[in-house]
């Protein structure tokens, strides 16, 4: 399947794991709150994709079974291309193990309506939060 990148929801008790993009006006959604991930390296798949990235920005090493949800969308950011989505649980042992990578300028465990109503969190990933979860009012 061709994909330009991938994204995934972090869930631990009631909250999604959101990662503060840097502020740097040359990168997409400068400054807004998003979800792990990123962009496809070469041939890879999209949980391949998405785990890399998980380990890359927050020190997280997660087995692949552990993806629970997976949708495939059209790119929030990038036209024409497409985009999949993935879900995973987390242990709250497991949040205390997370870091900030090189990217990002924080990271916050945050209630997942809270990410709804974020007027700084990005808007595509609201919806694709709200499918997983059946959070539909925001």
Known sequence: MEF????IALLCDGAVVSILRDDIPTI????????????????????????????????LTLAPDRLFWRSVHPSGTWPGETSVFFA???????????RLGDEGQDWRLMPVDDFLDHPRAIPFLKQRLRLVT?????
């Open 28 to 59: 997409p959604w400068p400054g807004f709150w998003d979800l792990p991930g990123g962009g496809r390296e070469g041939e890879e798949s999209a949980a391949a994709c998405v785990l890399r990235e998980l380990d890359e920005e927050l020190g």
């Open 134 to 138: 059946g959070h539909f009012t925001a």
């Open 4 to 7: 330009h990148g991938a994204k």
């Open 88 to 98: 995973a649980r987390l242990a709250n042992a497991e949040v205390a193990t997370l």
